[in-house]
C-alpha cells in the first residue's frame, strides 16, 4: 500500500533536523536529551541484526558508526505527528530509518541498510545490440524491483522500443532464495513461456547472452498497459487477472517442468528468516527487514495465529507438502501482483516470471490478495469467490485453507511491520485492517486442516 504522509509534527521535524546534524557532525552524544531514557534501537546491518536497549546503549551503538564528520549525500524524510521515515546516505553508506517519537523524543529507532545508489544500467553489450538489428540503440537506464536487476529500454531503427532485461543467476538475494537460476531466461530457452495460455502475454520476444555473464531478456515495451502505483481495479478486471492465472494453471497442470522454484523455498523467499541469515552479510533492505519485521508480526497477532505461522515460516516443507497433497502442484507464475500485471485488449501482460513455481494455486491466490486487494472495487472473500469460479472446482476446500494459511507464511511479516513499526497512521491502519481479515481466516483454517503450531 502506498503510504499517505500527513502534515509534519513541528516536533518530528525538529528531532529529524538534530539527528541530521548529529549525523553529519560524527557525534551522537549531543542526540542525549533527543532519545527518551528506555529508548530501544534495531538494526538490519551488514553482517547482522543489533539491537540495543536504552538511551546509553543506543548512543554508544551510533557512534561506531558516526564516528566522524561526514557528508550526508542524501536525506528523504517523511515526518508524522509520532514518527519519521528515512533515506539517509552517509559517505556513501546508505540506511533507512524508521522513528517513533512522543514528547520531541525517540522512543524506538529501527535502522535497515540499504545497497548503494546504482550510477546507471550495466550497459546493453554491442554484441546483444547487433543482434536486435542495424541502428538498435540504448536509452537511459533505469532499476527495477527489489531484487536490483539492470532493466534497459532500446530503441530499433524503426522507431519500435524494446524493455531489456538483464538477469544472472543467483545474481541476486531473491535469486538466491529460489534456486540460483535465471528462471525467466530458462523458462523461454526451454519453450515453457511460448505454451503460455492465449489470455496470457508475458511480452518476451527473445533472450540473448550476455558476453560478459548472463542474459538479456528482450521484450515488447507494455508500459501503457501496466497497472502502475494507483490505478483501480473493478472486480471485473481482476476476474480477468484470476481467469488467466487459472488458465495458466489448468495448461500445465500435472506436469514436471525444469527451471521452476520448489514450493517450499517460494513460501518464505521474499520473507522467510532463512534468507535474513543466508544474506547476512549482504546490504539488499527487504532482508535486513525480515527479523525486525517477524518479531513486529508476533507483537501484532495473538499467539496462537502468530506462533503457528511462525513455525511455518522457519520450517514451510510441511506446509507445501501438504498443498502438494491437497490438490496436486503446477506452474504458478510466483508474483503475481500489480507490478508485473497489464490490461491490454483482452489479454493479461504478466511480467517477470523469475519465481515462477512448481506451486498452488491457492498460493498464488494469497499473493495476490496479499498486494492487491486494497486496490480492488471488491471485498477479499469476493475475490476468493472469483478465483475458486475462475479455477473451476480445481481447488478444494482444503487447498483454499492451506492457501489462505500460506498468505501470512508469505507476507505476514509486511503486515506486522507496518503495523508495529512504521509511524505513518495511515499505513497502520491499512495493516490492522488486513490482519483483521487475515488472522481469523487464518485461525480456522489451522483448525481445520489441523496444521500445528510448529514453533513452542
Given at each position: 500500500m502506498a503510504a499517505t504522509p500527513a502534515t509534519p509534527g513541528s516536533g518530528v521535524s525538529a528531532v529529524l533536523e538534530r539527528l541530521r546534524a548529529a549525523m553529519a557532525d560524527g557525534d551522537p552524544a549531543v542526540l542525549e536529551e533527543l532519545y527518551a531514557?528506555?529508548?530501544?534501537?534495531?538494526?538490519?546491518?551488514?553482517?547482522?541484526?543489533?539491537?540495543?536497549?536504552g538511551r546509553d546503549a543506543v548512543l554508544e551503538e551510533l557512534g561506531r558508526h558516526w564516528d566522524a564528520p561526514a557528508t550526508i549525500g542524501e536525506w528523504t524524510a517523511t515526518a508524522w505527528p509520532a514518527g519519521a521515515a528515512l533515506n539517509a546516505g552517509r559517505e556513501g553508506v546508505r540506511w533507512r530509518?524508521?522513528?517513533?517519537v512522543a514528547e520531541g523524543r525517540i522512543?524506538?529507532?529501527?535502522?535497515?541498510?540499504?545497497?548503494?545508489?546504482?550510477g546507471g544500467g550495466r550497459g546493453v553489450p554491442?554484441?546483444?545490440?547487433?543482434?536486435l538489428g542495424e541502428g538498435a540503440r540504448r536509452e537511459?537506464?533505469?532499476?527495477?524491483?527489489?531484487?536490483?536487476?539492470?532493466?534497459e529500454r532500446v530503441v530499433l531503427a524503426d522507431g519500435r522500443v524494446l524493455v531489456l532485461k538483464h538477469v544472472v543467476a543467483g545474481g541476486d538475494w531473491l535469486g538466491r532464495a529460489t534456486g540460483g537460476t535465471a528462471r525467466t531466461a530458462d523458462l523461454w530457452r526451454s519453450?515453457?513461456?511460448q505454451r503460455m495460455p492465449a489470455a496470457i502475454d508475458h511480452a518476451v520476444l527473445a533472450v540473448h547472452p550476455d558476453p560478459r555473464e548472463g542474459w538479456w531478456i528482450a521484450m515488447r515495451d507494455v508500459s501503457s498497459a501496466m497497472l502502475g502505483d494507483e490505478r483501480r481495479l473493478t472486480r471485473a478486471e481482476s476476474r480477468r487477472v484470476l481467469e488467466a492465472a487459472a488458465a495458466l494453471h489448468r495448461a500445465f497442470a500435472g506436469e514436471t517442468l525444469e527451471h521452476l522454484c520448489p514450493l517450499a523455498d517460494r513460501l518464505t523467499a521474499t520473507g522467510g528468516l532463512r534468507v535474513a541469515q543466508a544474506e547476512r552479510d549482504g546490504d539488499d533492505l527487504l532482508p535486513k527487514q525480515f527479523e525486525a519485521a517477524w518479531d513486529a508480526f508476533a507483537e501484532a497477532v495473538e499467539p496462537d495465529v502468530g506462533d503457528a505461522v511462525l513455525g511455518m515460516v522457519a520450517e514451510p516443507a510441511a506446509l507445501a507438502g501438504r498443498l502438494a497433497a491437497a490438490g496436486g502442484l503446477t506452474l504458478c507464475h510466483g508474483d503475481?501482483?500489480?507490478?508485473?500485471?497489464?490490461?491490454?485488449?483482452?489479454?493479461?501482460?504478466l511480467l517477470d516470471w523469475d519465481l515462477a513455481t512448481l506451486g498452488a494455486p491457492a498460493a498464488e491466490l494469497a499473493w495476490y490478495l496479499c498486494h492487491d486487494a486494497w486496490r480492488i472495487d471488491a471485498t477479499k472473500d469476493e475475490?476468493?469467490?472469483?478465483?475458486?469460479?475462475?479455477?473451476?472446482?480445481?481447488?478444494?476446500?482444503?487447498?483454499?485453507?492451506?492457501?489462505?494459511i500460506s498468505g501470512l507464511v508469505q507476507y505476514g511479516w509486511i503486515f506486522g511491520h507496518s503495523a508495529v513499526v512504521h509511524p505513518d497512521p495511515a499505513e497502520r491502519a491499512w495493516a490492522q485492517d488486513e490482519l483483521g481479515w487475515w488472522v481469523p481466516r487464518v485461525r480456522a483454517a489451522l483448525e481445520r486442516t489441523g496444521m500445528p503450531a510448529l514453533r513452542a
Open positions: 531514557v528506555g529508548a530501544v534501537l534495531d538494526a538490519g546491518l551488514p553482517g547482522g541484526r543489533v539491537r540495543r536497549a530509518h524508521y522513528l517513533q522512543t524506538r529507532h529501527w535502522v535497515y541498510a540499504m545497497a548503494a545508489a546504482e554491442r554484441e546483444v545490440l547487433a543482434e537511459a537506464a533505469t532499476f527495477a524491483g527489489n531484487s536490483g536487476a539492470s532493466v519453450g515453457v513461456l503475481l501482483r500489480d507490478d508485473n500485471l497489464g490490461l491490454e485488449g483482452d489479454r493479461v501482460v475475490l476468493v469467490e472469483d478465483f475458486l469460479a475462475a479455477e473451476d472446482g480445481a481447488v478444494s476446500a482444503e487447498a483454499l485453507d492451506l492457501g489462505l
